[in-house]
């Protein structure tokens, strides 16, 4: 017997072995349904373990002490905007680079203000010239 199974393909067998085979893939389906909804369930803690805790409000994960949230997150939003390729640069290459990264208003505005004859060799320069903290890693 031969099955249209619409498209243009054509399926050979009986009825009862295609019926089979639907069933198969919907059980399968099912079984991975299931299992992807498992997988967002978080697993308890051993009895060694600590339980896990929120971060404190205004102070997520890593956040040293005495810096707030706002200045990490415009840090890391220049050097997403400023790779490596685009030091070193003046304001104006700055701006330039900042607008064809489509960075946001409010970046364009911070790197403004800057001095036209300044040379920055790196992001932790432009920070400085900027007022910003740097980032210091232990080690």
Do not use: K
Request: negative net charge; proline residues 9%; contains cysteine.
């Amino acid at each position: 017997m031969v099955i249209d199974c619409g498209q243009g393909r054509r399926q050979s067998g009986s009825v009862g072995e295609t019926r089979q085979a639907d069933e198969r893939t919907r059980q399968r389906d099912a079984h991975r349904a299931t299992r992807a909804e498992e997988w967002l369930e978080p697993e308890a803690p051993a009895e060694d373990e600590p339980e896990a805790t929120w971060a404190p409000e205004g102070r997520p994960g890593g956040t040293p002490p005495g810096e707030d949230w706002d200045t990490i997150e415009l840090r890391s939003d220049l050097a997403r905007h400023l790779d490596r390729t685009a030091f070193p640069a003046t304001r104006a290459h700055l701006l330039e680079v900042l607008e064809s990264h489509q960075a946001e208003q409010r970046l364009l505005d911070l790197v403004s203000p800057l001095p036209d004859g300044a040379t920055y060799a790196n992001l932790a320069d432009l920070l400085r010239a900027l007022g910003l903290p740097i980032e210091e890693r232990p080690g």
